[in-house]
């Protein structure tokens, strides 16, 4: 189909978050160059996709050929592994609690992409250069990026896709306040002797989250986070060290545990940016939003930008990247970024603090989540789609008026 070319969108970068927004943008109608390297699956981390998130897969054709290499998420549990004075109950949430098989599938990233990159290497509606982004110009009517290679492509609206460093970002003129925390994530995968039972285990200890994702067989994904210099001392010990060290951390719970070969550190920083849109370039995935792996929130959020993206441009289809369609992005976005990286960050934050306020909040809040079924549900619906637990609560006051 012939694409007006004023309204073409470019998008920057080619890891999940800038293949899905190929592919997205090329299904609603819009032609779409995509500049960004061969996509990397030497990644050994793995991917947490909830429910709305495997929709959005679904509708883009991919689920399907995704779902034999995943492993359903049934449960998740947080247990208090702090040895401080105040200590929270575990609390489970399943997800047959609120009506649902399984909160969503958690996939190796040396799966997904490959298989993201051969839909977007097979859409004729997706121009894929393989190079990157040089140099940008903004103009008042279009973007215009210089490529390494030489070449030039111009497009009504960019969408940076490029990461947490984001060169479209600063071009586009969008400072961001990032923060390092004194923390590093050793990411790795294991073997266990014991069954998983599809539930997820997230150990809150006194220098971050400890977490254990299931993948398919008896095999599971674990992010562990701790000062950086324990992060490097852990990476360096032998197989059967390791492997005695994370089965004792999860007190045995999964039986005997073998790490597999691949471990990677990863320092672990917050960032948000003044505004999401500006300057005809959108930011979507990491350029918008960074924080700690806790609570599977990271490719999620960044799904919901480019969903929320593509609907506003498709509303805008003579110009996407006008002033007026990103400033509507901005207002949409803001609340559920602004809400999910708050509690990210606070959750962290209450973590590391020696202070008994913050213990006792954290406590508090988890011992009302373990009790109460109502707050528990809404806390799951919230968890995979901002509004639904109102929506319930609101069906629910609806039935009782109604009676």
Do not use: C
């Amino acid at each position: 189909m012939e694409h007006n070319d004023k309204a073409r969108i470019l998008v920057a970068g080619s890891g999940p978050a800038g293949l899905i927004a190929a592919l997205g943008f090329a299904e609603a109608g819009f032609g779409v160059t995509l500049v960004g390297p061969d996509a990397n699956s030497t990644d050994g981390r793995t991917t947490a996709l909830m429910n709305p998130s495997l929709k959005v897969l679904d509708r883009l054709g991919v689920l399907a050929e995704l779902r034999p290499q995943a492993a359903a998420l049934k449960a998740m549990r947080i247990v208090d592994a702090t040895r401080r004075l105040i200590r929270s109950p575990t609390v489970t949430f399943r997800a047959s609690e609120i009506g649902e098989e399984q909160f969503g599938l958690n996939m190796p990233n040396n799966v997904l992409v490959p298989i993201l990159a051969k839909a977007v290497s097979a859409h004729n509606g997706i121009k894929w250069l393989k190079s990157i982004v040089e140099s940008w110009r903004l103009d008042a009517d279009q973007a215009h990026a210089r490529l390494a290679n030489g070449g030039e492509v111009s497009a009504s609206l960019a969408v940076a896709a490029d990461g947490r460093l984001s060169p479209a970002r600063e071009a586009a003129g969008i400072r961001a306040f990032a923060r390092p925390y004194p923390q590093s994530a050793l990411v790795l995968n294991f073997g266990h002797s014991s069954e998983h039972g599809f539930v997820s285990t997230e150990f809150h200890t006194e220098t971050g989250p400890f977490t254990q994702v299931p993948l398919p067989g008896r095999r599971s994904s674990l992010v562990w986070v701790v000062k950086p210099e324990t992060a490097q001392e852990l990476a360096a010990l032998d197989d059967a060290t390791l492997s005695a060290r994370i089965e004792e951390q999860m007190q045995s719970m999964l039986g005997r545990v073998s790490v597999e070969p691949g471990r990677q550190v990863y320092p672990l920083s917050a960032a948000s940016p003044a505004r999401f849109a500006q300057n005809r370039v959108a930011l979507v995935g990491e350029a918008a939003h960074v924080f700690p792996p806790i609570g599977a929130q990271g490719l999620n959020l960044g799904i919901r930008d480019i969903d929320d993206l593509i609907g506003i441009a498709s509303e805008n289809r003579d110009d996407p990247g006008a002033r007026r369609s990103l400033a509507a992005y901005d207002t949409r976005r803001r609340p559920d970024i602004w809400a999910r990286s708050g509690a990210v960050n606070l959750l962290n934050i209450s973590l590391l603090s020696d202070m008994l306020p913050a213990q006792l909040a954290r406590s508090a809040g988890l011992n009302a989540l373990g009790s109460f079924a109502p707050l528990r549900a809404f806390f799951m619906r919230e968890g995979l789609q901002p509004g639904s637990g109102f929506r319930a609560i609101a069906g629910g006051l609806r039935k009782e008026v109604g009676r």
